[in-house]
């Protein structure tokens, strides 16, 4: 009987073979479907090129038209003028204050101005004189991160291997912060003051927010008569303590008398500076109490309101972006022309096509 030995060897170095080829032709294909889209990319890419050359005089005249429909604008619409101020929660009211502009916004839309005089205790005319309102968060990059730091360390080890920044910048909302900025868009520029008080007085009478007031000084009250009454204490045991060097040092037996308290062992001594260490932490526990119900003492407060009268406002908003009244008409138009031209163009390419098929 015979056999042969080199059967499975054969059979591998097929097998093999065959794999290597399946792993270069999955190569081949991805790296040509690479090339394929960055070829037809390229493509288009050459193509608007071209069709902007072909119909640039239309998009330069375009561009011209709606320069000229700006500064007409500027020239004959009504003007505008705009004011900000600037807020500091006390009180997390952030929600709140989102909804009371997000309200006012919709009464504006409503032109509903009666409802809108009796919500900020304005006659009617000044408040058919509103344009808008806008609040936004007043913070910057550094105090995010510290946010998101003081976040970080109310969370456990394992919950906060599991927090990325960037998911906490999408969760936390911009109501949250400390500082907010009220804007307002108006026909007068004789108003603002008042509707920002009002605003900010209708925030600090809202009932909800009272009573937690009321309980947040009262608990204050509390701490700082507990505080006072350690500091008597304290007090009272400094005394007592020089009196006993005193006798101490008159008996000549000051090595036999001592006061102890329990500490890290049952030997250790109060000394004089420990006492005072003792009654300087109460009295700064004191003052940061005492700083505490000053800060309780309004929800919400103005901090910055130096644009009684407002300014002009010359600006327009085009996708996110603050522009001239010249430069957004003339962006205007100009896209207007770009979308008509290249809707033009695709009926072309559907005629062509179906001609074709």
């Given amino acids: 009987m015979s056999t042969n030995p080199n059967t499975p060897n054969n059979s591998e170095e097929v097998d ?3 794999l290597f080829k399946l792993i270069g032709a999955a190569f081949d294909r991805f790296f040509n479907f690479i090339y394929r889209i960055f070829k037809s990319l390229f493509s288009v890419f050459i193509w608007f090129v071209f069709f902007i050359k072909k119909h640039i005089i239309i998009l330069v005249v375009a561009g011209i038209i709606g320069i000229g429909i700006g500064i007409l604008s500027s020239k004959t619409s009504q003007a ?42 304005l006659d009617e005319e000044k408040a058919n004189s509103i344009l808008s309102f806008e609040v936004k968060p007043v913070v910057s ?15 456990d080890s394992l919950a906060a291997t ?12 911009d109501y949250t912060h400390t500082f907010q900025q009220i804007s307002i868009e108006s026909t007068q520029r004789s108003n603002f003051k008042s509707v920002f008080e009002n605003i900010v007085e209708s925030i600090n009478s809202n009932p909800f927010f009272v009573n937690e007031q009321r309980k947040d000084i009262a608990e204050l009250n509390q701490r700082k008569n507990a505080l006072e009454l ?53 009295r700064n526990q004191l003052v ?16 910055s309101n130096k644009q009684d009268s407002g300014f002009a406002s010359t600006k327009k908003t085009l996708f996110g972006k603050k522009l001239s009244v010249k430069l957004y008409y003339g962006v205007i138009v100009l896209l207007g022309a770009l979308i008509i031209l290249l809707g033009l163009e695709f009926l072309k390419f559907l005629e062509t096509y179906n001609k074709s098929v």
């Fill in 288 to 303: 940061q109490i005492e700083r505490n119900i000053q800060d309780k003492q309004y929800i919400v407060e103005m901090i």
């Fill in 230 to 282: 350690a500091l008597v204490k304290s007090d009272s045991l400094q005394n007592t303590y020089k009196r006993v060097l005193e006798m101490s040092s008159k008996s000549d037996k000051s090595s036999e008398i001592g006061i102890t308290f329990e500490g890290s062992n049952d030997t250790e001594k109060t000394k004089e500076f420990d006492l005072y260490q003792s009654d300087l932490e109460l």
């Fill in 141 to 155: 990059e550094n105090q995010k991160l510290l946010a998101f730091n003081n976040y970080m360390k109310g969370l």
């Fill in 162 to 173: 599991k927090i990325e920044y960037e998911d906490f910048l999408k969760n936390n909302e």
């Fill in 80 to 121: 505008k003028y705009q004011s900000s101020v600037t807020l500091v929660q006390n009180y997390p009211i952030g929600e709140n204050l989102y909804n009371s502009v997000g309200y006012y916004n919709d009464l504006l839309k409503q032109s509903d101005y009666k409802i809108l005089g009796e919500a900020l205790n």
């Fill in 16 to 18: 093999l073979g065959q």
